[in-house]
């Protein structure tokens, strides 16, 4: 049992639960637009507004024009306008490394140092986001 236990806290230590909001605010419906993502305590806002976001078969999600692919997704997590995918970490990494690198979004909010991190210019090194 213990160890059991410890096995599916040591497998969901490898995940991370990245936020979308990417539903209509007038219904809670999804409307194939991506506004703000959350992430690790990072609040990013999409400075053009909105990006296309759609849910591809195999459990891949399409944000902008790149490919991520998760492990699970949940609606209306928090509110209705936001969503959550599950993905593994080093996914979650390239996406909010994508989504810094493209000069469309915009930190809003976090710890310093995730702040400072997704400040810097673009990164050469796309696997240097801070765990």
């Keep these: 049992m213990a160890t059991e236990t410890c096995n599916r806290v ?10 979308i909001a990417c539903n209509d605010y007038r219904n809670g ?14 609040d990013l806002v999409c400075a053009a507004g909105s990006v296309s976001i759609s849910f591809l078969p195999q459990h891949r999600v399409r944000i902008s024009r790149r490919v991520f692919e998760y492990i699970g997704r949940k609606a209306w997590v928090g509110n209705w306008c936001w969503d959550a995918i599950r993905m593994p970490k080093a996914e979650a990494h390239r996406l909010i490394t994508y989504l810094r690198d493209s000069g469309r979004w915009q930190c809003e909010g976090g710890p310093i140092r995730l702040c400072d991190w997704y400040d810097r ?11």
């Design 10 to 19: 040591r497998e969901a230590m490898k995940h991370a639960l990245v936020h």
């Design 29 to 42: 419906n999804f409307c194939g637009r991506l506004e703000a993502v959350q992430y690790n305590e990072l």
């Design 121 to 131: 210019q673009r990164s050469a090194n796309p696997t240097d986001a801070p765990k």
